[in-house]
Structure formats: C-alpha cells, structure tokens
C-alpha cells in the first residue's frame, strides 16, 4: 500500500483547497479509505473515511457541510474537497487507510498512512 497527498498549502478563511491522495499497490474496492489531520499539539483526528464495500461515508464533527470526500477509481486517486476553511481547520492532513473495508470507529486506528500535506489557514 502506497498512499501520496498532495494539494495543501496557505489560505484565506473562507477559501477553498482540494487535497489529492495518489493511491497504488492495492484496489480501493479492498480497503476504507479516510482523511486524518493533526494540528500542532493536538491528537490525530479522523476528518472523513468512506467505507469501501458501500460507499457509505463518514464526517468528523468539524468537517460535516463544509468538506467532501471522494474518489476517482480510474485514477486510484481520493480527494478532499474543503470548502469555508476556517483558521482551525490548521493541521497536517493525511490520507490513510483502514485495515478492512469498514472506517474505524473512534480514534483515527488506520493502517496504512501516506506523508502528510501541510493546510495553513489564515489571514
């Protein structure tokens, strides 16, 4: 399993990013795949997670009616749409994946994790 993030980067509040994860070494049809970030002193946090065997997907309490997760299998890549971002919204985010077809629940308990992409916003 190989996981690439990649689109952070500095914004305003109330501006948009999209994160990319480049996923390869296996088939998302096999594993749930999520979203975590961890802000500065701050424990890991499960930000979305879609489940594989349904589609069914999940939101952290910060993410739910601004972020979408999603995913293009043709390209074996899942995306992060962020939309209003916030300055709390800071973090280090990761595209990681869960040890079944089912997200975790609770804590962020992923197995497999890409590198993180830095999302800085402020104004």
């Known amino acids: 399993v190989q996981l690439q993030a990649s689109g952070g980067g500095s914004v305003q509040p109330g501006e948009s990013l999209r994160l990319s994860c480049a996923a390869s070494?296996?088939?998302?049809?096999?594993?749930?795949i999520g979203w975590v970030r961890q802000a500065p002193g701050k424990e890991l946090e499960t930000v979305s997670c879609?489940?594989?065997?349904?589609?069914?997907?999940y939101y952290g309490d910060a993410a739910k009616g601004r972020f979408t997760i999603s995913l293009v299998k043709s390209e074996s890549t899942v995306y992060l749409q962020m939309n209003n971002l916030k300055p709390e919204d800071t973090a280090t985010y990761y595209c990681?994946?869960?040890?079944?077809?089912?997200?975790?629940?609770?804590?962020?308990?992923?197995?497999?994790w890409g590198q993180g992409t830095q999302v800085t916003v402020s104004s």
């Open positions: 990681a994946t869960a040890l079944g077809t089912g997200c975790p629940a609770g804590r962020p308990h992923f197995a497999s």
């Open positions: 070494g296996f088939s998302l049809d096999d594993y749930a």
């Open positions: 879609r489940q594989s065997h349904n589609g069914r997907t």
